[in-house]
């Protein structure tokens, strides 16, 4: 048995995961971001202990602990580099949390745990997969020979931030036309905001009075109903995420490609259209093609993929 | 001993190498492209006998054969699936090859056997490594744990088929503003032609009439003379070059990364910007940088990499 936990900018949540990447029991807390690392991992040990409860175990029948953090983690040493969001700073989390467990940790960055977690759920073992995860930003894990790829410094795999247009917009990593700035759902909040503000007839104005607020759905359920400018502002959207897939496509020809984050819940709706742009121009005529499939976990893949991390790096050594 | 042959639309070039990727001997014969493979394996054949003896060897001193062709290459079963340039469809190139000789034969695609080469003599062992070609086109290969990136498909690694202006210039492969449509040296001739127009009092005009043509060299040589306009082509096209390089390494934080093709011959006029750039601008501001280099091997990259292809193959069975 293991314990996953995803560190997250709101909330820290871990599960007591079993060998096979199922969830037994789960638990969360705020992360009340601000504080210490120290302050952090010691709400992280009572999740442990709760959720193992949870699963109606005791800590001794956990083999090890896997932690997602965002930011720039380094696994070697379980020590978090750098996480803007959470005002980290070589934040040795790992030792800090042998203080309560006398158990291997494994530290992973989160984007890269949600990956692997997807990867355990429906990757069939394929040696090629990519992750991609459409949210605030875009964030992806890359899978290579069934481990993760980090690049020789831990901050590889960043999928967002690849330019799609030279001067397009800009970007908070500093450069202008990053993938993210298109594809996320950030973006798209932003695509359908303006596309209401040119076309106040848009059934988009009224959705939005409706719920208060513009998000990631207002484009995609007025589309269902026939709005012509909200079609206009999903299908843009889709056509983003389709030239940024295809890229993705043209370097690592993967097994299998998975989306994820909330907008990928749209279903068909999305993955049918992107499917059709990417087949049709990605650079591979003759060869059989990428298995584009929209994720399975969503919310947890996080917590399964730090708990399956930890078991493959225990088996490793 | 290892022979490498590369297989190009216009030459096919062999040569006899050592385990040390040194090449003893060398030699080459016109493609003459439209020929059948089995007529173009003859020819092959006789050039490996000939570099062996070039090298004072004989057949039986060869312990594999490794070969480097353009297109879609099934390394699997030694099959070149499909190669538009040399009109070659289901190739069964390395049956053909063994017919000649018994030795084993490993084949695989010219850039990723370039990019293994370049690993090979500049890689320094790396477990990631990025090679770019700027040429006709925009090759590249990639080196993951020591051995060839190719995806699930062998299609995989088209570096230069990532869209950097999603409207922007036509490209060859369907899509538009394709990284190759802008770094190629190709792109930086039309990028010379169309500055020329603009600006008729440019010394690249005098420069182009007393060569004969417009050529990848012609902004540098300019731009070294003091020519405005020229300067703006060349940091242009190295703006360019680098947009596309800061993307691979935020995808993949190689450990090292380096730039092939005529125009990297350049040097550090070439180097120099692009790294301040891809340092500036990649995501990664806490961790080490990739360390950017130009190629080593240029046109020998192919042999050498296709021979030392062969012998890890070997080595691996």
Not at 42 to 68: F, H, N, Q, Y
Request: aromatic share 8%.
């Amino acid at each position: 048995m293991y314990i996953g936990i995803d560190l997250g900018g709101t909330n820290i949540a871990a599960g007591c995961v079993g060998g096979d990447g199922k969830i037994l029991s789960k638990s969360s807390m705020p992360t009340l971001k601000g504080r210490s690392y120290k302050e952090i991992v010691k709400d992280m040990a009572t999740l442990c202990e709760r959720v193992t409860r949870g699963a109606g175990l005791c800590m001794s029948d956990i083999k090890a602990i896997g932690i997602g953090s965002p930011g720039t983690v380094d696994s070697e040493n379980g020590v978090v580099v750098y996480a803007g969001n959470l005002r980290f700073k070589k934040a040795p989390v790992a030792a800090e949390i042998k203080k309560y467990f006398d158990l291997p940790v494994y530290m992973e960055n989160d984007a890269n745990a949600a990956a692997y977690g997807e990867y355990i759920v429906c990757g069939h073992d394929a040696d090629s997969f990519v992750f991609i995860t459409l949210g605030t930003g875009v964030g992806g894990g890359i899978i290579i020979n069934k481990k993760i790829y980090r690049g020789f410094n831990s901050a590889g795999a960043e999928i967002g931030h690849i330019c799609m247009e030279m001067n397009g917009i800009e970007c908070t990593c500093g450069r202008r036309g990053c993938f993210e700035r298109y594809a996320s759902v950030t973006a798209l909040r932003e695509q359908t905001s303006e596309m209401m503000k040119k076309h106040p007839e848009s059934s988009m104005n009224k959705w939005v009075k409706r719920k208060g607020h513009v998000s990631g759905r207002t484009a995609f359920e007025c589309a269902k109903a026939g709005d012509e400018a909200a079609v206009e502002v999903k299908n843009n959207y889709i056509r983003y995420i389709a030239e940024g897939i295809t890229n993705i496509v043209n370097i690592f020809q993967p097994e299998i490609l998975v989306i994820g984050g909330g907008i990928s819940k749209e279903g068909d709706v999305l993955l049918e259209p992107i499917k059709e742009f990417v087949y049709k121009y990605d650079f591979n005529k003759y060869m059989p093609k990428t298995d584009i499939r929209i994720a399975k976990l969503f919310n947890d893949a996080g917590i399964v993929g730090a708990a399956m991390a930890a078991k493959s790096n225990i088996e490793r050594h």
